[in-house]
Protein backbone atom coordinates (compact mmCIF):
# COMPACT_ATOMS: atom_id res chain seq x y z
CA UNK A 1 0.00 0.00 0.00
CA UNK A 2 2.70 2.60 1.06
CA UNK A 3 6.26 3.39 0.63
CA UNK A 4 8.42 4.43 4.23
CA UNK A 5 9.04 7.45 2.64
CA UNK A 6 5.32 8.12 2.66
CA UNK A 7 5.94 10.61 5.64
CA UNK A 8 8.18 12.68 4.57
CA UNK A 9 7.38 16.74 4.48
CA UNK A 10 4.74 16.49 7.57
CA UNK A 11 4.43 19.46 8.88
CA UNK A 12 5.96 18.94 12.76
CA UNK A 13 3.79 21.85 14.24
CA UNK A 14 0.72 20.89 12.47
CA UNK A 15 1.44 17.05 14.00
CA UNK A 16 1.98 18.41 17.89
CA UNK A 17 -1.05 20.56 17.51
CA UNK A 18 -3.29 17.80 16.34
CA UNK A 19 -1.95 15.51 19.06
CA UNK A 20 -2.39 18.35 21.40
CA UNK A 21 -6.17 18.11 20.39
CA UNK A 22 -6.24 14.25 20.62
CA UNK A 23 -4.99 14.77 24.03
CA UNK A 24 -7.76 16.73 25.22
CA UNK A 25 -10.33 14.90 23.43
CA UNK A 26 -9.22 11.91 25.30
CA UNK A 27 -9.32 13.85 28.69
CA UNK A 28 -12.62 15.33 28.27
CA UNK A 29 -13.90 11.91 28.09
CA UNK A 30 -15.11 12.09 25.06
CA UNK A 31 -13.06 8.73 23.89
CA UNK A 32 -12.67 6.49 27.44
CA UNK A 33 -9.32 5.93 28.61
CA UNK A 34 -7.87 2.82 30.61
CA UNK A 35 -8.68 -0.51 29.47
CA UNK A 36 -7.39 -1.20 25.95
CA UNK A 37 -10.28 -0.39 23.40
CA UNK A 38 -11.78 -4.25 23.41
CA UNK A 39 -13.03 -6.14 20.24
CA UNK A 40 -16.39 -6.19 21.99
CA UNK A 41 -16.59 -2.28 22.66
CA UNK A 42 -18.44 -0.52 19.65
CA UNK A 43 -18.19 3.43 18.63
CA UNK A 44 -21.11 6.16 19.40
CA UNK A 45 -23.83 5.35 17.57
CA UNK A 46 -22.59 2.46 15.35
CA UNK A 47 -24.60 -0.44 14.51
CA UNK A 48 -23.74 -3.94 13.26
CA UNK A 49 -26.73 -4.42 10.82
CA UNK A 50 -27.78 -7.31 8.00
CA UNK A 51 -28.12 -5.64 4.33
CA UNK A 52 -29.28 -7.73 1.25
CA UNK A 53 -27.28 -8.35 -1.67
CA UNK A 54 -27.96 -6.26 -4.31
CA UNK A 55 -29.52 -8.27 -7.42
CA UNK A 56 -29.13 -11.39 -5.19
CA UNK A 57 -25.75 -11.42 -6.29
CA UNK A 58 -23.48 -8.42 -4.69
CA UNK A 59 -23.06 -7.85 -1.22
CA UNK A 60 -21.57 -4.72 -0.36
CA UNK A 61 -19.91 -4.22 3.43
CA UNK A 62 -19.20 -0.57 5.37
CA UNK A 63 -19.18 0.90 8.34
CA UNK A 64 -18.40 4.72 8.90
CA UNK A 65 -16.02 2.86 11.50
CA UNK A 66 -14.06 2.47 9.13
CA UNK A 67 -12.85 5.75 9.42
CA UNK A 68 -9.85 7.53 12.13
CA UNK A 69 -10.88 10.93 13.51
CA UNK A 70 -7.78 11.91 15.00
CA UNK A 71 -8.84 15.39 15.12
CA UNK A 72 -7.05 16.30 11.83
CA UNK A 73 -3.91 14.64 12.41
CA UNK A 74 -5.10 11.61 10.14
CA UNK A 75 -5.36 13.89 7.19
CA UNK A 76 -1.05 14.53 7.57
CA UNK A 77 -1.25 11.25 6.34
CA UNK A 78 -0.62 10.11 2.49
CA UNK A 79 -3.45 8.09 2.79
CA UNK A 80 -6.82 9.32 2.47
CA UNK A 81 -8.42 7.38 5.37
CA UNK A 82 -11.84 9.11 3.85
CA UNK A 83 -12.50 7.45 1.00
CA UNK A 84 -13.77 4.22 2.33
CA UNK A 85 -16.55 7.13 3.48
CA UNK A 86 -16.33 8.90 -0.14
CA UNK A 87 -16.79 5.61 -2.17
CA UNK A 88 -19.91 4.61 0.00
CA UNK A 89 -21.43 7.98 -0.45
CA UNK A 90 -20.86 7.87 -4.04
CA UNK A 91 -22.86 4.50 -4.57
CA UNK A 92 -25.21 5.91 -2.76
CA UNK A 93 -25.67 9.24 -4.77
CA UNK A 94 -25.87 8.03 -8.21
CA UNK A 95 -28.40 5.27 -6.87
CA UNK A 96 -26.03 2.04 -7.48
CA UNK A 97 -26.64 1.32 -3.65
CA UNK A 98 -29.31 1.90 -0.76
CA UNK A 99 -28.16 1.90 2.62
CA UNK A 100 -30.30 -0.24 3.53
CA UNK A 101 -28.93 -3.07 1.30
CA UNK A 102 -24.87 -2.50 3.17
CA UNK A 103 -23.94 -4.39 5.98
CA UNK A 104 -22.22 -3.60 8.58
CA UNK A 105 -19.80 -5.54 10.23
CA UNK A 106 -19.02 -6.21 13.55
CA UNK A 107 -14.82 -5.85 14.97
CA UNK A 108 -12.73 -8.94 14.22
CA UNK A 109 -12.17 -10.64 17.68
CA UNK A 110 -9.07 -11.54 18.91
CA UNK A 111 -10.08 -15.42 18.02
CA UNK A 112 -10.33 -14.28 14.46
CA UNK A 113 -6.87 -11.73 14.67
CA UNK A 114 -4.72 -14.63 16.46
CA UNK A 115 -5.87 -17.03 13.50
CA UNK A 116 -2.87 -15.27 11.58
CA UNK A 117 -0.89 -13.09 14.11
CA UNK A 118 0.89 -13.68 17.10
CA UNK A 119 -0.34 -12.79 20.73
CA UNK A 120 3.19 -10.63 21.45
CA UNK A 121 1.84 -8.30 18.54
CA UNK A 122 -1.44 -8.35 19.60
CA UNK A 123 -0.64 -7.13 23.08
CA UNK A 124 2.06 -4.53 21.64
CA UNK A 125 -0.70 -2.86 20.12
CA UNK A 126 -1.70 -1.40 23.20
CA UNK A 127 1.43 0.68 23.03
CA UNK A 128 1.38 3.91 20.56
CA UNK A 129 4.41 3.58 19.86
CA UNK A 130 3.97 0.41 18.51
CA UNK A 131 0.53 1.72 16.12
CA UNK A 132 3.10 4.77 14.84
CA UNK A 133 4.93 2.24 13.73
CA UNK A 134 2.61 0.94 11.89
CA UNK A 135 1.33 3.23 10.14
CA UNK A 136 4.74 4.89 9.77
CA UNK A 137 3.82 8.21 12.11
CA UNK A 138 6.32 8.41 14.92
CA UNK A 139 4.78 11.16 16.43
CA UNK A 140 1.70 8.90 17.26
CA UNK A 141 4.35 7.84 20.19
CA UNK A 142 3.94 10.89 22.08
CA UNK A 143 -0.23 9.95 22.30
CA UNK A 144 -1.78 8.34 25.07
CA UNK A 145 -2.24 4.73 24.18
CA UNK A 146 -5.63 4.73 25.08
CA UNK A 147 -6.62 7.04 22.20
CA UNK A 148 -4.72 5.53 19.86
CA UNK A 149 -6.45 1.84 20.64
CA UNK A 150 -9.52 3.59 20.64
CA UNK A 151 -9.54 5.73 17.42
CA UNK A 152 -7.07 3.75 15.24
CA UNK A 153 -6.96 0.25 16.08
CA UNK A 154 -10.16 -0.01 16.85
CA UNK A 155 -10.96 1.03 13.29
CA UNK A 156 -8.49 -1.71 11.89
CA UNK A 157 -10.43 -4.26 13.76
CA UNK A 158 -13.78 -3.02 12.13
CA UNK A 159 -12.59 -2.88 8.40
CA UNK A 160 -10.49 -5.94 8.98
CA UNK A 161 -14.15 -7.12 10.57
CA UNK A 162 -15.30 -6.24 7.53
CA UNK A 163 -13.39 -8.40 5.46
CA UNK A 164 -14.36 -11.15 7.35
CA UNK A 165 -17.80 -10.87 6.79
CA UNK A 166 -17.53 -10.12 3.23
CA UNK A 167 -15.72 -13.09 3.14
CA UNK A 168 -18.85 -15.59 4.40
CA UNK A 169 -20.85 -13.25 1.95
CA UNK A 170 -18.78 -13.63 -1.12
CA UNK A 171 -19.34 -17.63 -0.77
CA UNK A 172 -22.87 -17.49 -0.12
CA UNK A 173 -24.13 -14.96 -2.96
CA UNK A 174 -20.93 -14.83 -4.97
CA UNK A 175 -19.52 -11.73 -4.99
CA UNK A 176 -19.10 -9.56 -1.94
CA UNK A 177 -17.02 -6.12 -1.57
CA UNK A 178 -15.28 -4.67 1.69
CA UNK A 179 -15.35 -1.03 1.08
CA UNK A 180 -11.81 -0.82 3.26
CA UNK A 181 -9.30 -3.96 3.90
CA UNK A 182 -6.36 -4.99 1.62
CA UNK A 183 -4.31 -4.52 4.44
CA UNK A 184 -1.41 -6.81 2.82
CA UNK A 185 1.70 -5.31 4.47
CA UNK A 186 1.06 -6.66 7.86
CA UNK A 187 2.73 -9.83 8.54
CA UNK A 188 2.21 -12.15 11.68
CA UNK A 189 4.60 -10.35 13.99
CA UNK A 190 4.31 -6.79 12.68
CA UNK A 191 2.22 -4.23 11.04
CA UNK A 192 3.96 -2.00 8.25
CA UNK A 193 2.97 0.55 5.43
CA UNK A 194 -0.48 1.56 6.86
CA UNK A 195 -1.19 -2.14 7.36
CA UNK A 196 -2.14 -3.75 11.31
CA UNK A 197 -3.99 -6.80 10.55
CA UNK A 198 -3.67 -8.98 7.62
CA UNK A 199 -7.24 -8.75 7.02
CA UNK A 200 -6.99 -10.85 3.69
CA UNK A 201 -5.34 -13.67 5.62
CA UNK A 202 -7.61 -13.50 9.05
CA UNK A 203 -10.81 -13.69 6.72
CA UNK A 204 -9.28 -17.18 4.67
CA UNK A 205 -8.34 -18.62 7.94
CA UNK A 206 -11.28 -18.25 9.21
CA UNK A 207 -13.25 -19.95 6.19
CA UNK A 208 -10.62 -22.82 5.84
CA UNK A 209 -11.48 -23.00 10.31
CA UNK A 210 -14.86 -22.96 10.02
CA UNK A 211 -14.93 -25.51 7.05
CA UNK A 212 -16.25 -23.84 4.38
CA UNK A 213 -13.42 -23.28 2.20
CA UNK A 214 -10.15 -25.32 1.94
CA UNK A 215 -8.42 -23.69 -0.82
CA UNK A 216 -8.51 -19.62 -1.78
CA UNK A 217 -6.48 -17.67 -4.40
CA UNK A 218 -5.10 -14.16 -3.61
CA UNK A 219 -5.04 -11.87 -6.33
CA UNK A 220 -3.04 -8.86 -5.33
CA UNK A 221 -3.24 -6.04 -8.19
CA UNK A 222 -1.58 -3.00 -5.78
CA UNK A 223 1.04 -1.54 -7.42
CA UNK A 224 2.85 -2.38 -3.76
CA UNK A 225 4.11 -6.43 -3.07
CA UNK A 226 1.97 -8.11 -1.15
CA UNK A 227 4.70 -9.04 1.36
CA UNK A 228 2.68 -9.48 4.33
CA UNK A 229 0.47 -12.17 2.67
CA UNK A 230 2.94 -13.93 0.75
CA UNK A 231 4.65 -14.41 4.86
CA UNK A 232 1.19 -15.39 6.08
CA UNK A 233 0.63 -18.33 3.58
CA UNK A 234 4.46 -19.55 2.53
CA UNK A 235 4.63 -22.71 2.51
CA UNK A 236 0.42 -23.29 2.80
CA UNK A 237 -0.21 -25.54 -0.56
CA UNK A 238 -3.89 -24.78 -0.27
CA UNK A 239 -3.44 -20.89 -0.28
CA UNK A 240 -2.03 -19.61 -3.14
CA UNK A 241 -0.22 -15.57 -3.49
CA UNK A 242 -0.12 -14.18 -6.50
CA UNK A 243 1.04 -10.04 -6.68
CA UNK A 244 1.24 -8.31 -9.71
CA UNK A 245 3.54 -5.26 -8.74
CA UNK A 246 6.03 -2.70 -9.73
CA UNK A 247 9.61 -3.92 -9.40
CA UNK A 248 11.55 -1.39 -8.09
CA UNK A 249 9.69 0.49 -5.33
CA UNK A 250 8.71 -0.66 -1.54
CA UNK A 251 8.76 -3.14 0.09
CA UNK A 252 12.40 -3.98 -0.53
CA UNK A 253 14.05 -6.47 -0.30
CA UNK A 254 10.52 -8.20 -1.02
CA UNK A 255 9.05 -11.14 -0.15
CA UNK A 256 8.72 -14.74 -1.84
CA UNK A 257 4.57 -15.02 -2.99
CA UNK A 258 3.49 -17.89 -4.96
CA UNK A 259 3.88 -16.32 -8.06
CA UNK A 260 5.52 -12.13 -8.36
CA UNK A 261 5.08 -10.60 -11.90
CA UNK A 262 7.06 -7.34 -11.49
CA UNK A 263 6.11 -4.56 -13.76
CA UNK A 264 8.12 -1.58 -14.78
CA UNK A 265 7.79 1.94 -13.57
CA UNK A 266 5.26 3.66 -16.97
CA UNK A 267 3.19 0.67 -17.07
CA UNK A 268 -0.10 1.62 -18.80
CA UNK A 269 -3.34 0.09 -18.65
CA UNK A 270 -2.71 -2.04 -21.85
CA UNK A 271 0.40 -3.30 -20.36
CA UNK A 272 -1.01 -4.11 -17.16
CA UNK A 273 -4.08 -5.59 -18.60
CA UNK A 274 -1.75 -8.04 -21.20
CA UNK A 275 0.12 -9.12 -18.02
CA UNK A 276 -3.05 -9.96 -15.99
CA UNK A 277 -4.67 -11.75 -18.86
CA UNK A 278 -1.79 -14.24 -19.68
CA UNK A 279 -1.40 -15.15 -15.45
CA UNK A 280 -4.89 -14.84 -14.79
CA UNK A 281 -6.43 -18.36 -16.43
CA UNK A 282 -3.69 -20.70 -15.63
CA UNK A 283 -3.66 -19.11 -11.48
CA UNK A 284 -7.28 -20.24 -11.39
CA UNK A 285 -6.33 -23.21 -13.26
CA UNK A 286 -3.54 -24.19 -10.93
CA UNK A 287 -4.62 -22.90 -7.99
CA UNK A 288 -8.32 -24.38 -8.04
CA UNK A 289 -9.94 -22.04 -5.59
CA UNK A 290 -13.18 -22.07 -3.76
CA UNK A 291 -12.25 -18.31 -3.06
CA UNK A 292 -11.10 -15.32 -4.50
CA UNK A 293 -9.92 -12.66 -2.57
CA UNK A 294 -9.00 -9.29 -4.76
CA UNK A 295 -6.35 -6.64 -3.37
CA UNK A 296 -7.76 -4.34 -5.38
CA UNK A 297 -5.29 -1.23 -4.44
CA UNK A 298 -5.38 1.73 -6.99
CA UNK A 299 -2.33 3.15 -6.60
CA UNK A 300 -0.76 1.67 -9.99
CA UNK A 301 -3.10 4.98 -11.53
CA UNK A 302 -0.88 7.88 -13.22
CA UNK A 303 0.21 10.32 -10.66
CA UNK A 304 0.10 8.39 -7.73
CA UNK A 305 2.50 9.83 -5.49
CA UNK A 306 4.15 7.04 -4.07
CA UNK A 307 4.35 4.68 -7.63
CA UNK A 308 5.64 5.19 -11.35
CA UNK A 309 2.64 3.74 -12.82
CA UNK A 310 0.52 5.36 -15.93
CA UNK A 311 -2.74 3.50 -15.31
CA UNK A 312 -6.22 5.26 -15.91
CA UNK A 313 -9.50 4.94 -13.88
CA UNK A 314 -11.07 3.14 -17.10
CA UNK A 315 -7.88 0.65 -16.68
CA UNK A 316 -8.78 -0.09 -12.90
CA UNK A 317 -12.35 -0.46 -13.76
CA UNK A 318 -11.14 -3.19 -16.69
CA UNK A 319 -8.50 -4.86 -14.33
CA UNK A 320 -10.84 -5.93 -11.27
CA UNK A 321 -13.73 -6.41 -13.76
CA UNK A 322 -11.65 -8.94 -15.77
CA UNK A 323 -10.90 -11.07 -12.32
CA UNK A 324 -14.76 -10.81 -11.20
CA UNK A 325 -15.95 -11.82 -14.07
CA UNK A 326 -13.42 -14.75 -14.76
CA UNK A 327 -14.44 -15.91 -11.35
CA UNK A 328 -18.07 -15.52 -12.25
CA UNK A 329 -18.05 -17.59 -15.29
CA UNK A 330 -16.31 -19.93 -12.89
CA UNK A 331 -18.77 -20.12 -10.69
CA UNK A 332 -16.12 -19.10 -8.20
CA UNK A 333 -17.10 -17.29 -4.80
CA UNK A 334 -15.18 -13.54 -4.88
CA UNK A 335 -14.39 -10.77 -2.48
CA UNK A 336 -12.84 -7.32 -3.23
CA UNK A 337 -10.86 -5.24 -0.83
CA UNK A 338 -9.59 -2.45 -1.73
CA UNK A 339 -6.02 -1.65 -0.68
CA UNK A 340 -3.99 1.47 -1.18
CA UNK A 341 -4.43 4.21 -3.90
CA UNK A 342 -2.67 8.05 -2.99
CA UNK A 343 -3.89 10.26 -5.18
CA UNK A 344 -6.09 13.22 -4.96
CA UNK A 345 -8.80 11.27 -7.21
CA UNK A 346 -7.81 7.64 -6.53
CA UNK A 347 -11.28 6.66 -4.73
CA UNK A 348 -12.93 7.51 -8.08
CA UNK A 349 -11.49 5.22 -9.72
CA UNK A 350 -12.54 2.44 -7.05
CA UNK A 351 -16.07 3.91 -6.94
CA UNK A 352 -16.17 3.62 -10.63
CA UNK A 353 -15.00 -0.15 -10.42
CA UNK A 354 -17.47 -0.92 -7.70
CA UNK A 355 -20.31 0.60 -9.34
CA UNK A 356 -19.62 -1.31 -12.45
CA UNK A 357 -19.60 -4.70 -10.48
CA UNK A 358 -22.94 -3.43 -8.95
CA UNK A 359 -24.27 -2.95 -12.27
CA UNK A 360 -23.04 -5.85 -14.22
CA UNK A 361 -23.95 -8.58 -11.66
CA UNK A 362 -26.33 -6.75 -9.53
CA UNK A 363 -28.53 -4.97 -11.94
CA UNK A 364 -28.28 -1.23 -10.66
CA UNK A 365 -26.22 1.23 -13.15
CA UNK A 366 -25.22 1.08 -16.27
CA UNK A 367 -20.89 0.83 -16.39
CA UNK A 368 -21.01 4.31 -18.30
CA UNK A 369 -23.12 6.15 -16.04
CA UNK A 370 -20.67 5.07 -13.46
CA UNK A 371 -18.01 6.03 -15.46
CA UNK A 372 -19.39 9.58 -16.57
CA UNK A 373 -20.46 9.91 -12.75
CA UNK A 374 -16.60 9.80 -11.94
CA UNK A 375 -15.34 11.26 -14.68
CA UNK A 376 -17.47 14.60 -13.66
CA UNK A 377 -16.43 14.63 -10.69
CA UNK A 378 -19.96 15.61 -9.38
CA UNK A 379 -19.64 13.24 -5.84
CA UNK A 380 -16.41 15.56 -4.31
CA UNK A 381 -19.09 17.63 -2.00
CA UNK A 382 -21.36 14.92 -1.48
CA UNK A 383 -18.80 12.06 -1.03
CA UNK A 384 -16.15 14.25 1.41
Not at 100 to 121: K, W
Amino acid sequence: MMTNASTAGFATSATWVAILACTCILLSGCVGSGKAFSAKSAAPGDTVRAGRAVGGHVAVVYSPAYEINLGGLENLHSFDIHKYRKIYSALVNVGALAPGEVYVPPMATDEQILRVHSRAFLDSLRSSATVGRCLEMSKLAKMPSGLADAAIVSAFRRATGGTVQAAYLAVHYGIAVNLAGGYHHAKPDAGEGFCIFNDIAIAIRELQAARIIRRALVVDLDVHQGNGTAVCFAGDDEVFTFSMHEGDIYPIPKETSDLDVELQAGTDDAMFLTALASNLPALLDKAKPELVVIQAGCDTLAGDPLARMRMTPQGIVARDAMVIDECVRRRIPVLMTLGGGYSADAWRAQFMSVARTLGVHGGRISTERATSAGAGGKMAGKGG
